[in-house]
């Protein structure tokens, strides 16, 4: 007998992660590259920005805000 190979498809869906902690957001500045600390609020980047803009002259800020997914079966295709 020769072996086959079963194939099994199924859907899946990809939803936001709420069992830990929420975004968490950072600034960084374009011109040279310094970065504010992690937080989970987004007004700790913000300030960090504005003291980095007064203290260089540097205008420009890249806000990366990292969230989380989770991938799941879709409910009746199991």
């Given amino acids: ?3 086959r190979a079963v194939w099994r498809y199924a859907d899946w869906v990809l939803t936001a992660d709420t069992s830990g902690s929420g975004p968490i957001y950072v600034a960084e500045c374009t011109t040279c590259g310094d970065a504010s600390e992690a ?36 409910e009746g295709r199991r």
């Fill in 1 to 3: 007998m020769t072996p």
């Fill in 39 to 74: 937080s989970e609020e987004t007004e700790g980047p913000e300030v960090w920005s504005l003291k980095h803009a007064g203290r260089t002259g540097h205008t420009g800020f890249r806000n990366i805000i990292t969230s989380f997914s989770r991938a799941s079966l879709a």
